[in-house]
């Protein structure tokens, strides 16, 4: 019964791969974020989803893309990985915008050696 | 440039004793804000938050201060227990634009319960 999940866990890659990270919610809500926590640990917004359409787009590399197939998914498509891609990657969601709680996910390690 | 700072990396306090975390931030557009709760290897928690039309909201053990004057808040967690062990983050959104921005996140202070 997870309310925001987060597949995989861990994530141990090469450089140039690309990888997918997939979120999915069973809350009903409306808008979904990820989220980058770098190694200064500092958690830094990176995409929000609203009813299936990009809300923002932070100043994120391009080779970052966020694909929403429904309202309780959103997956986070990485190409060409860098090693300063290397972050725990986390997802969240909430029931709307502005003054509304977000939930989050457990968070995936990925590791770009 | 940090809009969100919790100047406090660590934070030590006997079990039953109050906890007091403190926040402070710039941006004078935010107006909600939140509190979380983070174990090792798991996502933030939320724990609670306030609007910036109070100044006071309180859960159980947990109490949220806001002053808007200083851009200033804390998080009062009493009695200290064992299981409150935890990194705890302070977090800010601004209603303007539709909080679309998502939130923005102090880095985080660990607070330690010593039995």
């Known amino acids: 019964d997870t309310a925001v999940s987060q597949t995989p866990k861990y994530l141990v890659t090469q450089m140039g791969n690309d990888k997918s990270i997939k979120c999915e919610q069973n809350?009903?809500?409306?808008?979904m974020y990820w989220y980058k926590q770098d190694s200064k640990k500092f958690l830094k917004i990176m995409f929000s989803?609203?009813?299936?359409?990009?809300?923002i787009n932070e100043t994120v590399p391009n080779r970052f893309s966020p694909k929403s197939p429904d309202k309780a998914h959103l997956n986070l498509h990485i190409n060409s990985l860098e090693l300063g891609d290397s972050a725990v990657y986390f997802c969240a969601s909430s029931r709307g915008l502005g003054k509304e709680t977000q939930y989050f996910g457990p968070g995936t390690r990925l590791l770009v050696l | 440039d940090q809009q969100v700072k919790q100047n406090s990396p660590s934070l030590s306090v006997q079990e039953g004793r109050i906890s007091i975390l403190n926040c402070d931030y710039t941006?004078?557009?935010?107006?909600?804000f939140l509190w979380y709760k983070k174990y090792p290897a798991e996502g933030p928690t939320f724990l609670i938050s306030i609007s910036s039309i109070k100044d006071k909201n309180e859960d159980g053990r947990f109490t949220v201060f806001l002053n808007k004057s200083a851009k200033h808040l804390s998080l009062h967690i009493v009695p200290s227990q064992p299981g409150d062990s935890a990194v705890y983050f302070c977090?800010?959104?601004?209603?303007?634009?539709?909080?679309?921005?998502?939130?923005?996140f102090g880095k985080g202070t660990h607070l330690i319960i010593q039995p």
């Open positions: 809350l009903g809500h409306d808008t």
């Open positions: 977090a800010a959104s601004a209603q303007a634009g539709g909080g679309a921005d998502g939130l923005t």
């Open positions: 941006n004078s557009m935010f107006d909600y």
């Open positions: 989803y609203n009813n299936k359409e990009l809300i």
